[in-house]
């Protein structure tokens, strides 16, 4: 199971209120992170912190300010180009900043709710379209006409769920995230695996990152940037070929610079293990 999806970058802020005909305002800029917003559900709950820098003004005067805000929201997909979302945040203008948990007795504070509708699309590139940052190729690619090697039903299992929708968490046939599947293939065979990518990536006898020494069975390793660690893995199946969960659900990937989905892979790939010798 890679790591929950973590999102961030700066922002823009001019939020107004008039109650009562007291004008009170917050511009400026900042900070922010969103947590598990990019996970692939019909609905999808998420996380948000931040803090921004900026003039604090009312009636009477107007000071530097740091506006801190805390909440979560949920996307709901009816299809997966549109999402219709919600979001709960509790903010505090911290006037003359002190900070979060030592804002002055006046700092001005309160929960904001917001809704609204998003579309989705999709950008072509390398004649494959890209979604949640993985090029998927035109043209599905085939099973490996013949598998070899002592794994050889362990690659078979999981090639038997080829097409099943991505899912966060999933390690059955209803859905499978990327360490989910090579769990569930080695343990239809009696062969036990640690759940997370990061442990699966101890398990097994170390295998030098080239196609020409991969086997089918091999677990192959990817980092999603360099020093990040383990945060994807797959099967290698034979023929340049490996099989794997991605946004799109259980697929083939080749390994092939010259495909645009497996020059992505091939750019990230760090490490393989052998679990059967």
């Known amino acids: 199971m890679s790591a929950p999806s973590l999102s961030h970058g700066w922002v823009a802020m001019a939020l107004v209120s008039d ?10 800029g900042g900070y922010e992170f969103t947590f598990f917003r990019g996970r692939q559900r019909p609905f999808v709950p998420y ?8 003039v604090s003004t009312d009636t009477a005067t107007q000071q530097l300010a740091i506006l801190w ?11 997966p180009v549109v999402s219709i979302g919600a979001e709960l945040r509790y903010r ?6 002190r900070g979060f948990w030592r804002a002055s ?14 579309l989705h699309i999709g950008a072509k590139k390398g004649g494959g379209e890209t979604s949640g940052g993985e090029a998927v190729p035109a043209v599905p690619v085939a099973p490996p006409e013949v598998i ?3 794994a050889a039903s362990v690659v078979e299992t999981a090639i038997s769920v080829l097409g099943v929708p991505y899912a966060w968490g999933g390690t059955a046939d209803n859905g499978f995230d990327c360490s989910g599947l090579i769990q569930y293939a080695y343990g239809q065979h009696g062969i036990r695996l640690p759940r997370r990518s990061h442990d699966q990536a101890e398990a097994g006898a170390e295998v030098s990152p080239v196609v020409e020494a991969l086997r089918p069975g091999d677990i192959l390793l990817f980092s999603s940037k360099p020093g990040a660690g383990v945060t994807h893995v797959g099967m290698y199946a034979g023929e340049g070929k490996f099989i794997h969960s991605g946004s799109k ?8 610079p010259h495909d645009s989905d497996g020059a992505y892979w091939l750019a990230r790939w760090v490490g393989a293990r052998r679990v059967i010798p």
């Open 19 to 28: 109650s009562l005909g007291r004008h009170q305002a917050f511009y400026g």
């Open 47 to 54: 996380a948000i912190v931040g803090a921004a820098l900026g």
């Open 69 to 79: 805000n805390i909440g979560g929201g949920l996307d709901w997909r009816p299809v």
């Open 92 to 97: 505090l203008d911290d006037r003359g900043p």
């Open 105 to 118: 007795p006046d700092a001005r504070a309160g929960p904001s709710i917001a809704v609204g509708v998003a």
């Open 148 to 150: 070899t090697g002592n």
């Open 249 to 256: 659900g259980v697929k083939i990937s080749l390994l092939d």
